[in-house]
Nanobody, 119 residues
Framework: QVQLVESGGGLVQAGESLSLSCEPSSSIFNVQTMAWYRQGPDKQRESVAI???????SYADNVKGRFTISRNDAKKAVYLRMNSLQPDDTATYYCSIQGRNSYGDYTYWGQGIQVTVSS
């Protein structure tokens, strides 16, 4: 079973930066969309950033201009650079990788990594 391994979270002060990484634990093929989601305290999970197979990125309005999503297709990895972090960015962040194999469409999720921003 493929697992997505996330790293890079932690505790920072407002205005600081963090970078998150996400890589699969074993080989996956025909990767299409990669994305980051987050779920804050007492909030629903929300989409943060998405990057397509051709590298087109889109962002939630509340992170646009501060966060940057990128991908490494050789490693099947996805990254999230977060600048100018604010307390409202405090959440558990999840990566997601979607694609298609011989069995059909698949979606893998990371286990979640905590990002805490203090004021």
């Amino acid at each position: 079973q493929v697992q997505l391994v996330e790293s890079g979270g932690g505790l920072v002060q407002a205005g600081e930066s963090l970078s998150l990484s996400c890589e699969p634990s074993s080989s996956i093929f025909n990767v299409q969309t990669m994305a980051w989601y987050r779920q804050g305290p007492d909030k629903q999970r929300e989409s943060v950033a998405i990057i397509t197979a051709v590298g087109s990125a889109s962002y939630a309005d509340n992170v646009k201009g501060r966060f940057t999503i990128s991908r490494n297709d050789a490693k099947k990895a996805v990254y999230l650079r977060m600048n100018s972090l604010q307390p409202d960015d405090t959440a558990t962040y999840y990566c997601s990788i979607q694609g298609r194999n011989s069995y059909g469409d698949y979606t893998y999720w990371g286990q979640g990594i905590q990002v805490t921003v203090s004021s």
